[in-house]
């Protein structure tokens, strides 16, 4: 027998059955197939890749005990419990999303109008602009770390985040988009469809695709957002030399129960996810908002809005819920201009027992700011799709 | 009689002022005394109580060196200089700083020397004296006066031991640990506190014996705190003597299995001075003890006397601090139990709401024990002893003492969440360098797995290269130097990144 007709054999025998697989497994699942991954497959930064596709959090302040669950204390205290455990594509998935102005009704605003990465995933106004131009209610805050946050919203009316952005996407004043409209629109793309077959390996192939899957991609990512790394961190971790002088002053005054800043504002989070009515003013010629008193009925919330994390709030100016402060200096200013003195007359809230008259100084107020400035931290910053799925221009 | 020449007497008169002076200085000059470090394990404190099992510092024996500061020099320079493990000795003098404490298992302590106290002096013009947020800190010995904000504050510091501090007009709070678990806070004298002299707030393991506090508006508070044993206390003249709450608003929710046995609990009647708008501030004046929205707290063996208003408060969060409010706190006292106390006088001013109540029971006085508001499960002993109000529902109580509860405290000390070097490494990996390097692609630093090949079984060329970079890729940006990482954790990181594998 020559050589030839054994490779041809061997050839033949290979290939035939090579073929019907192919055309049977083809037959099947005949979208199933794409040349490329689109998606990372890698986590992002702070995350590790367990067996099960996942990606866990692993930071430094995993060394620590976890003595309450509420994630509160001091330097070394552990986290409060994050959402974690979303696969890398999923995670990548809901990037491109983020970013993709697909999701409003006119294609003109993405999640990132409002939450800039350039900006500190907020945008820099003292309240946010919806499609058209419209004049939303209150300041857009940073995303940074919102995985962690056990409420959302500054009245703390959701307390998931696909729950959360429902809000956004179908306001006629902030995305103006509708259920139905959303879903047609990201349908008819097939970069989408792929992408999210990819995401969702256990989708049925002639399911298109649901709202539930683009809010948990959305999710996914925005759980990502860690902010760990500040110069306060390296502090906390035990290296003194990481906040100078007026730094560490700052620290003990932010600390001391003199100002109580850390009463609310809770390390390691700077936040201790509970309301407080504190009174600060509205812009100029604006009526009072009644905060969280509206999504839970109860006149004692009057006036009361979430805690906010303070991690990278140098970057969130201008700041409280209808950005009325400038700067951290005014802000820092309002809690020792005494307690309710910027309520208006008529109203009588129940102002948080911490917000009193501490008497700070110029100096003291200025190491205050001093030491927020120490909070900042950018090094985890996701990259901005240079090419989104829809074909649309990134908008930010 | 012949006259002395003015020189003898001259010459007599040095002497005499010689002798003087040098007899002054033996009798009442600065003694050279040699003290002796009272060890940080100090074991039983009432040594003839055979059950006084008060452990300070279990079996954390003081292991490094001795710092001293004397008068003149700063407490905090002593702490920037001390490891764990140092015991920190300061001499009679005033010093006038806000010492912090960032590290684990430092003791300060006072020296006292001829009744000369090493005194911390706010002036009114320092927020606090001590605050701490390392484990293992002991503070003792000290005079602390004139603080705006705390005398002594810690945050996340477990197993602590505050002891022997005489504490004055410190502010807001006397001794103030926050978010601890296991700790002793006995043998503090403190008085002029405009809130709580001694408040253990979103606490856990924590025993507060042997205690002094007077005039301030409240005596000792527990608060959102569990497991606490508040025992062998005096607390008289403030507005309100011992307090267990549940203050709602906070991460913490829950107040539970609190003992008040063996306190005095006299004469409660100062005038309240809590700042407005401070849960303290709604205290009548002439409180004995009050419970709010406490759960499983036990009232054993205390003399409760003298108290104008009540011995004794039982009350829910819509009672006692109706305009708080925070649907996650369980506002009911549930299952308190009253067991043997001497109460006499105790209501013979009462004020505000109780008065009202007691008027239209026909009774001009206020009551040993007042309960009002929810709560279900509670128990007395012998409620024909007192004179009480709301008490119908109170059963009889199931125990008769407590006397199978020494302690509060943990068994052993809290250990420190103890992560394996290989686990330290990842944490840090994922957590710091992993902004900037990855397997398998190129981010802002050079991929993974160029790093293996460069420094193949070399992690101390990692450590040395991390600690102080060097620019070596013209193509890449020079990396930041990570020298704030512990030595530990780079030789960690560095040995983990030698060992990835993808």
Redesign the interface.
Known sequence: MKKSRVVLKIIISVAIPAILALVFFAGQRPTAYYPVPLLKS?CP????LNANNECIA???????????K?G???????LPEIRDGFSPQQIDLGRYLFFDPILSVDQTISCASCHDPNKGFSDGLAVSRGIDGHKLKRAAPSLYNVGYLKKLFWDGRASTLEEQMLEPLFSQVEMGNTPENLLSTVNEVDNYKKLFAEAFPNKPMDEPILLKEITKTIAAFQSTLVS??SKYD?????????LNKNE?EGL??F?????RC?ECH??PLFT?????VIGTPEPEGLPLDPGAEIP?D?K??RGAFKVPSLRNIALTAPYMHSGRFKTLRETVQFYTDG?GHAVPEDENL????H??EPNLTDYEMDRLVDFLKTLTDE??KPEIPEVLPSGLKVST | MKKKSPFIRIITAVVLIGTGIFLGKSFFGQKNIGTVPIPSSLKHRNVRLANDSVQAVYEQEFSGKIIEVKNGSSIQNAVKEANPGDLIRVYPGTYSENVYIDKDNISLQGVVINGEWPTLDGQKEINDAFLYSGNGILIENFKIIHYKGNGIMGQAGNNFTIRNNWIIDTGVYGIFPQYGKNGLVAHNVLSKIADAAIYIGMCDNVDVLHNEVFDNVAGIEIENSRHCLVENNYAHNNTGGLLAFVTPGLPIKTTFDVIFRNNFVVNNNHENFGAPGSTVSGIPSGTGILIMAADDVIVENNIITGNNNTGITIVDLATGAPKANDPNSEGNPDRVVILDNIMFENGNDPTGEIKAIMLTQMDTHGPDIFAYGGGSGSTIRDRNKYRTFGLENYGIAQISDTQDIPTMRTPAPVPPRSVSKEELGELTYYGVCAGCHAFGTRLIGPPTEILQAIHQDNPQGIVDYITAPKNLREDYPEMPPQDYLSEEAKMAVAEYILSLKH
């Open positions: 890698t930064p702070g995350f590790k692993r930071n430094l302040y995993s060394q620590y005990a976890t003595t309450n509420a509160v204390g001091g330097l070394k205290s552990a760990l790394n390296q502090y906390a971790h035990g290296y003194d030399q990481a560490i003990n005054i600390r001391s129960f003199v100002a850390a809770t390390p201790n996810q509970q309301f407080a839970f109860d004692s919330l307690r129940l102002i948080h027992w917000i009193w090094s985890f």
